[in-house]
């Protein structure tokens, strides 16, 4: 098992101020999650999203990326300079900055709209 894996599950209407508390190993699952802000200023392995919907991630690097599954009204804002080396986007819409047109995206059924 991995202990750097989190689940957070039926989460609504919070704001998550990460800062630089995750490490470069950490996984972070969101799943059947609305209305959340994240912030999140340290390297993170990978942020999923699955059934979730009004979510704003700001964010700095990623080694592995993003995955979002079955999501809506996803707005990614990528910190200036930084890199995440993958966004994979199934059946749903997101919105990502400008920075993120440099990275690979991956999509299969989705709205991608850029800033």
Known sequence: MN????LL???????????????????????????????????????????????????SDAIIGLEIEKSYNINIKIRKNKKVYCIEVFQSTIILNKNSKKFY?????????YY
């Open 3 to 6: 202990n750097n894996i989190v």
């Open 9 to 59: 599950k039926d989460i609504n209407n919070r704001k998550f101020n990460f800062s630089h508390f995750l490490k470069d190993k950490d996984t972070i699952i969101w799943k059947n999650c609305d209305d959340l802000k994240i912030n999140v200023k340290s390297r993170i392995n990978k942020f999923v999203f699955i059934n979730c919907k009004n979510i704003t991630l700001k964010m």
């Open 105 to 113: 995206t991956m999509n299969e059924s989705s709205k991608i709209n």
